[in-house]
């Protein structure tokens, strides 16, 4: 959940103007605090944060309408004797980044997401452990296997971004090479994995003045974020790349692979941007040199696979198209509307009567991006192939942003063909 608002957040930092365009400022700032007010509330005193309400044995136990929900709702919390590094610095992101959205707006908010977030990084950092080992229910669901160092820089930067306090900038500098922010070359980001994220950010801060005294440590981390980019452009050697399905969308692995999907052509576009805003217009991979143009065009090939483009001619964006999943993997979706039914449907009724039927699901889970085809192209639209027809909010959260920049593209290319038409027919 901190994943999906620190991706939100990042969207709108990125690509504010053209979200605006788009008319969805608003929609995209209302979901992200929705998401903080949640974390505020959860974040009860300094040192505690509590990090899971219900666990997933009896969720999955049961397959039922939030609003008729018998689950067991026993909140878990992260502590000092029941450390959560990894939770707490993901957490601490999320509203160090959602400050710099609110700054503006809602000065008042952001400075006091800003507090909870310097005291989330400081706890973190002081009681250091991972989360699943104090919140043991989240080991088969959610465990972290990267550990907490990555959630650490991680937070650390968006501090240090969201305050300019050297301070943060000195931790991103100092524990580079002992957190293996300088170390690790990643292939995938995701909600448990944020070194190419950090690195990708942290590369950003070359071009400026101010950190020329580090430049040295920086470039490794420039050098680790491009070895992410040129991974997905193919351009590593050998085994050292991300695989493609035929129809080339980047294939992780089976279990939910749009989550990297989507987190991919994020990052991408903001290299390419970065790439062409610091007039550097090529990266060196192993396997020759990468243009911004052809990065970005990568990134808007993979966002046109998800929706639509592909052998199935499939949306895998819900609601998007006229062809997309109708059985997703998703309880209130599948079991009818409390709103159109309000009898009681028990925790085991919900699989005799809705989880095995044939027909679509009941609700359309508009904006779910689910989980996506195998390593074939090819895809089952069946409420009980979880792997790929569920959906995660962190699947769709990187997309927002760049929904917005390719729609502005788009209006951008509409003019051209528009003023190049006035000028033919004069």
Known sequence: MAFTMTMLSWGVIEFRQQISAAGELEHAMEAIKWGTDYFIKAHTSPNVLWAEVGDGDTDHYCWQRPEDMTTSRQAYKIDENNPGSDLAGETAAAMAAASIVFKTTNPHYSHLLLHHAQQLFEFGDKYKGKYDGSVGVVKSYYAS????????????????????????????????????????????????????????????????????????????????????????????????????????????????NMQYVSTSAFLLTLYSDFLKSSNQKLITCHGGTVSHEEIFSFAKSQVDYILGSNPLNMSYLVGYGSNYPK????????????????????????????????????????????????????????RDNYMQTEACTYNTAPLIGLFAKLLELEGQKLEENHKSLLVASF
């Open 145 to 256: 296997v990267s550990g907490y160092m990555d959630e650490l820089l991680w937070a650390a930067l968006w501090l240090y971004k969201a305050t300019d306090n050297e301070e943060y900038f000195k931790y991103v500098i100092n524990k580079a090479h002992s957190f293996g922010g300088t170390g690790w070359a990643m292939t995938e980001f995701s909600w448990d994995v944020k070194y190419a994220g950090l690195q990708l950010m942290a590369s950003k801060l070359l071009v400026e003045e101010k950190h020329q005294e580090h430049a040295q440590i920086l470039e490794q981390y420039r050098s680790k974020a491009e070895y992410y980019i040129c991974s997905c452009l193919n351009k590593n050697n050998g085994s050292n790349n991300v695989e493609r399905t035929a129809a080339g969308l980047l294939y992780i692995r089976q279990w939910n």
């Open 327 to 382: 059985r997703v993997h998703h309880r209130g979706a599948s079991i009818v509307s409390y709103r159109e039914n309000k009898g009681f449907i028990g925790c085991t009724q919900g699989y005799d009567n809705w989880y095995g039927r044939d027909e679509a699901n009941p609700n359309v889970l508009v904006g779910a991006l689910v989980g996506g085809p195998d390593s074939q192209d090819d895809f089952m639209d069946q």
